[in-house]
């Protein structure tokens, strides 16, 4: 707990960063920046410049709550057909191909630090440098995920020399550092957003994948930008609940909400197993939606309006049956993400969500530049008849979903969490834990957790629950229909989930961080 500011990410020399920040003066945006510029060196394998980045801010002066879109659009040359004449039946999952959107994330730390910024953006990323070029000590998170993924990242000599810098994934402890990256974030230090997305970096990116086999032009770079938009948000017994829109996810977690506020959620605080059940029933059928609908708005028709209605949440719920459970095939997804939130003390606030999709996402680093581009792209269809079909210029399909809570008019509560897609599962047990049961927020946060659906890529419809549900409650979900499979405590898969809860009557700022990722909660 805190009164003149907090920050809470998955890592903890990240959050220190941010602390760092908002004690030299910084706003809020200043230290999401600054965590995030971090969390790209000191946790690379789920998140970094050549990545993604969505958020909401609460801006405290003009009491208005903003959506800042960071996601990237596919190059102009990235079409069906050109995947269909390669022999490609779906786009790759890694490597060049893999590589359709460009980066979206530095154009947004640029966006939001120009309209919100106190610091310069130098200052914001002096700390990310200097963990870049000096060095810092392995976590254990990237230790594992190196060691797993050390297929894909040996294929690419400049990626394994980077991050297997002996042949061998790095041990947890040992110091890494990354030369190019440092020189590649003073480049942004020192010309904003023209030192990445044009002159010698946007240069070096198009080179190496040319070079790797892939397609950009110089005009994809220097031509994208991100934009702001209007958040969507409905109501939930009283608190008003806010999202990123499409391509965001985040309405799947709105409509969650909508739909459980047709049934009593507090009395299932001593039966857990119901209160699963529930949530998972009512997340079948939002994806159902999401799914049929979710891609760029400026490619296709979304009825938000109508899937964010009373009436058909009303509708939804009564397909629920509370004594069997629905079968459904939800799509896989990656789980590369990193969720962050920020509260200075003039009470602005931060949700940002920044993700590279895939751990390490395509498994390519653009050459001297340092930067580990994304594979958000490979999410696109190359059919032509599907909604988020591959299309040039396009933003793809997101699962990155920043969230807020308000009540009477103020932010109450700033949460996010990464894990593709049990994000909206984990905002959705965030949120009722909080509203429902009555929980602080390190509880909501630390309590039991589930995934439903596939992620990482796993060929799997089991509902995945972590261990401390106990023996009692995995029987009664698996009695209820839903195909149980049990996980470890406290687990990577159900995601790292972060939040700060605003005191309205006295301002104190309570942060807790996920005991399943490597992060603090840090405040002053």
């Known amino acids: 707990m805190a009164t003149r500011g907090m920050v809470s990410s998955p890592h903890y020399l990240a959050s220190l960063a941010g602390l760092s920040v908002l004690q030299n003066g910084g706003s809020a945006v200043d230290a999401a920046i600054a965590v995030n510029a971090t969390l790209g060196v000191v946790y690379p394998h789920m998140t970094g410049m050549g990545g993604d980045a969505f958020w909401l801010i609460y801006d405290a002066g003009t009491d208005a709550l903003h959506a800042l879109n960071g996601s990237g659009r596919s190059a102009a040359a990235a079409t069906c057909e050109l995947y269909r004449k390669g022999g490609h039946e779906v786009i790759p999952s890694r490597g060049a191909m ?14 939001a ?22 060095g810092y000590p392995v976590s254990a998170g990237q230790a594992a995920f190196t060691t ?4 894909v990242l040996s294929k690419h000599k400049t990626t394994a020399r980077i991050f297997m810098p002996e042949g061998r994934a790095p041990k947890t402890g040992e110091i890494m550092r990354f030369p190019a990256l440092a020189e590649t974030m003073e480049a942004v230090a020192r010309q904003g957003r023209k030192g990445f997305y044009e002159g010698a970096v946007a240069e070096e990116i198009i080179r190496s994948l040319d070079a790797a086999g892939g397609y950009w032009q ?7 930008r991100g934009s702001w938009d209007d958040p969507v948000g409905v109501d939930y017994r009283g608190y008003s609940c806010f999202q990123h829109p499409p391509n965001s996810q985040g309405f799947a977690h709105l409509m969650i909400l909508n739909i459980l506020e047709n049934f009593d959620v507090a009395a299932l605080k001593s039966d857990p197993a119901a209160y699963v059940h529930l949530v998972v029933e009512a997340t079948k059928l939002a994806f159902v939606d999401r799914d049929r609908y979710l891609t760029d708005p400026e490619h296709a028709e979304i009825p938000l309006a109508d899937l ?12 629920i049956n509370m004594n069997s459970a ?15 939130v920020v509260v200075d003390g003039d009470g602005n606030a931060v949700s940002i969500i920044q993700s590279l999709y895939h751990e390490f996402g395509s498994g390519l680093v653009a050459g001297d530049s340092g930067v580990l581009l994304q594979n958000r792209g490979s999410f696109f269809s190359l059919d032509e008849g599907h909604v988020n079909r591959l299309e040039a210029g396009k933003r793809c399909f997101h699962t990155l979903m920043p969230g807020m809570m308000f009540r009477e ?14 994000q909206p599962q984990t905002s959705t047990a965030v949120a009722t834990r909080f509203v429902d049961f009555g929980d602080d927020v390190q509880v909501a946060i630390d309590s039991p957790r589930w995934l439903y659906g596939r992620t990482w890529g796993e060929d799997t419809r089991n509902l995945r629950v972590e261990a401390q549900f106990g023996d009692s409650v995995t029987a009664s979900l698996g009695q209820l229909g839903h195909p149980v499979e049990v996980i470890e405590p406290w687990s990577d898969l159900v995601g790292h989930a972060a939040a700060i809860r605003i005191d309205p009557d006295n301002g104190v700022l309570s942060g807790a961080a996920d005991p399943r990722g490597e992060g603090i909660a840090a405040g002053w």
């Open 98 to 111: 893999s590589a359709v959107t460009v980066p979206g994330a530095v154009d947004s730390w640029c966006m």
């Open 113 to 134: 630090h120009e309209r919100f910024g106190r610091l310069s953006l130098a200052d914001n990323l002096a700390g990310a440098i200097a963990y870049a070029r000096d």
């Open 148 to 151: 797993m993924t050390a297929d």
């Open 218 to 224: 110089a005009e994809d770079l220097k031509g994208h």
């Open 308 to 319: 964010l209605s009373k009436e058909y949440a009303a509708e939804l719920a009564s397909r």
């Open 326 to 340: 629905h079968p459904a095939q939800p799509v896989p997804m990656g789980q590369d993400t990193t969720a962050t």
């Open 409 to 422: 008019g103020k932010p109450l509560l700033v949460y996010g969490t990464m894990g593709g897609e049990g």
